[in-house]
Every structure is written in C-alpha cells, then in structure tokens.
C-alpha cells in the first residue's frame, strides 16, 4: 500500500523584479527579451494587491504550465463573464490602482523535499507536472486562507481544493491534526 508519511514544504514567495525594482507585469511591459526570460516556464503565482501604505490586502494564487502566456487573459480578458477568473483578477489590478495601490507579481520557490522519494522542487521538472502544479497551488491556497488577506480565488469551484479538503477529511484525527499544523507552520515561515 502507499502512503505518504508526512511532509513540510516551506512557502517562499519571491518578487519578480526588474532591476531590483517591483515590475509592473500586469499591464503591457515594453518588449524587452531579457525581462521575458523572468516569466517563462511553468509557475506557481500570486498577485499580491498592495495598499497606498504597502500592506497587504488581497491576493490571488495560481498555477500554469506556461505563464508568460498566462499573463496575456489577465492583461486583456477576452472574456464578458464578470466571473471568469482573468475578468475579476484584471478588475482587482484596476480597482488596486485607482485607490493608489501596487500590484505585484511573486512567484512560489519551494526548498526541495521529498514525497516517497520523488524530488520535488521548483524546478521545470517538478513544475512542468500538472498534477504537482496543482497540488502545490492548492496548498498554497489553503494556507492563504488562514491569512489576513482576501483571497480573490473563486474556492467554491476550486475542485483541487475541494479534493485536498476531502483528502484532509479522510485522514484519522492525529494525521489530519499534523497536516494542520505543517500548515500553520508554514503560515508562519512566511
């Protein structure tokens, strides 16, 4: 039978910067080859929606197997659905800004651990699997719910984080208690 025994992944969003300076990605950066190399790959993200003071006060996470194409549906949704995920995101940079905000771009670096002796890490290898996309996405999204922020993610049809809470459910109380507290842990590593 296999199980996976435990495990701890520390968090560690990292800014994408230009130049050692926040970048704003999610407008039309100048066509600059050098910056795009920043982006390109498979990513777990955040938009992290700052206040006139800095502080943050939503965010919203996310996966996908090429981000720099990603970024375009936010940039410019092609959608009218006031509920599609780029309308709301896009809508939050535009809302962010007009009340003199910041809008910033950081993407999920993970130190490398083990499940059942697989590597993972932040490596296109690990990244570049959907389903470790998807796992790390929805743990990083649980997590956020424990934090202050809004969280701009539509969860209630995150069926990744429906399975992840089923998954939580199943397990025997002292199990679930330590997944809880890896959680918690992780809350505070960041």
């Known amino acids: 039978m296999n199980s996976v025994d435990s495990f701890k992944i520390p ?7 230009v130049k050692g300076q926040i970048y704003p990605w999610h407008r039309k950066p100048q066509r600059a080859a050098n910056y795009r190399e920043l982006i390109e790959g498979p990513r777990i993200y955040r938009w992290v929606f700052k206040n006139q003071n800095g502080e943050i006060h939503a965010v919203y ?45 950081q993407f999920l670096e993970i130190a490398a651990f083990e499940i059942n002796g697989q590597l993972i890490d932040s490596s296109t290898k690990s990244l570049g699997n ?9 743990i990083a999204i649980v997590t956020a719910k424990l934090e202050k922020p809004k969280l701009l993610n539509r969860l209630s049809k995150n069926v990744h984080e429906k399975d992840l809470e089923r998954l939580l459910r199943s397990l025997p109380p ?12 992780n809350k505070q590593l960041s």
């Open 61 to 105: 996470i996310g996966e996908s197997e090429k981000f720099q194409n990603r970024l375009s549906g936010y940039r410019t949704p092609t959608k009218v659905n006031q509920q599609d995920t780029d309308v709301i995101v896009h809508n939050a940079f535009d809302d962010c800004e007009k009340q003199g905000g910041i809008v910033e771009l």
């Open 11 to 17: 968090l560690n969003w990292q800014s994408v910067l």
């Open 174 to 185: 002292k199990r679930k208690q330590e997944v809880l507290d890896i959680f918690k842990s």
């Open 130 to 138: 959907h389903e470790m996309r998807i796992i790390l996405e929805s």
